[in-house]
């Protein structure tokens, strides 16, 4: 193979790997996607394989038992934004979640 070749196979895969981080970049989460396995509760409400944003109480502060395979975190905003205020550990309790909702990936 010529010098020309090598070149276009080189150019080939960098553009192949660009492709590749910006679909990284774009759609994180995809290679996981999914939900988290096991039980969240919110206020004794049951949540089977949870996954994304859950509103907490809008006026006394929620209870939540995290009873999955992943960490949720707790956000200062009612739409998971804001900031994360605590993060709630699988088996863990937390008792008042100190937020207005709660991500679980």
Known sequence: MDGNGMRRIARAAGAGAAAAL????VAPGTATAGSARGVL??????RTDPSGCHPLGDYAPSEVTNL???TAFVWSGPFCDGRVTAAVLPGQTLRPAPGM???LS
């Open 68 to 70: 999955t395979d992943e």
């Open 22 to 25: 910006l679909l990284g970049l």
């Open 101 to 103: 909702s709660l991500y």
């Open 41 to 46: 509760l919110i206020d004794g409400s049951v």
